[in-house]
């Protein structure tokens, strides 16, 4: 079980990572772990993709809506 998949079955209902846009790896990583790109964003360190993992979603690929 990944800290993702605990924090989910604890009750928390949303989880949301900002990897930098250019780093590859870690992107996919996140993406292995059931997070989706949602939308790149301005952040005091930089540029951000923000990525998301909901509760009640596989952990595979984005939400059906």
Known sequence: MTDADR????GVP???IDPGPDNARAIRAYEKAGFYRDRRA????GPALLMI???G???VGAPSS
């Open 42 to 45: 301005a952040t005091p360190d």
């Open 7 to 10: 924090l989910l079955v604890e």
């Open 57 to 59: 979603v596989s952990s």
């Open 14 to 16: 949303r989880i949301v």
């Open 53 to 55: 993992r909901d509760a």
